[in-house]
Nanobody, 120 residues
Framework: QVQLVESGGGLVQAGGSLRLSCAASGSIFSINAMGWYRQAPGKQRELVATITSGGSTNYADSVKGRFTISRDNAKNTVYLQMNSLKPEDTAVYYC??????????????WGQGTQVSVSA
């Protein structure tokens, strides 16, 4: 079994910053990609940013220039640095990992979510 544990969420004022982290642990052979998604009340879950094992990144248009995703492959950890936060960034943020387990079977895993709240 694989677990994703997120941390770093909280309450900040508009214009402030937060840094989210997500550590994957368990019977992992290799991670293909990790990313962050978010879901606001009444909204569909949407992509925020992803990063592949080779370092290629993809961002939602709404966060480009403000958020930065990075990885520490040795620690199976992904980070999301969020700057210039806006009230519309308020959501539950979920970590995602696409990986092969030790039996070489491909899986998609999700973390439990961490709340980010941005006040006006």
């Amino acid at each position: 079994q694989v677990q994703l544990v997120e941390s770093g969420g909280g309450l900040v004022q508009a214009g402030g910053s937060l840094r989210l982290s997500c550590a994957a642990s368990g019977s992992i052979f290799s991670i293909n990609a990790m990313g962050w998604y978010r879901q606001a009340p009444g909204k569909q879950r949407e992509l925020v940013a992803t990063i592949t094992s080779g370092g290629s990144t993809n961002y939602a248009d709404s966060v480009k220039g403000r958020f930065t995703i990075s990885r520490d492959n040795a620690k199976n950890t992904v980070y999301l640095q969020m700057n210039s936060l806006k009230p519309e960034d308020t959501a539950v943020y979920y970590c995602n990992a696409d990986l092969w387990d030790i039996s070489r079977v491909f899986h998609i895993y999700w973390g439990q979510g961490t709340q980010v709240s941005v006040s006006a």
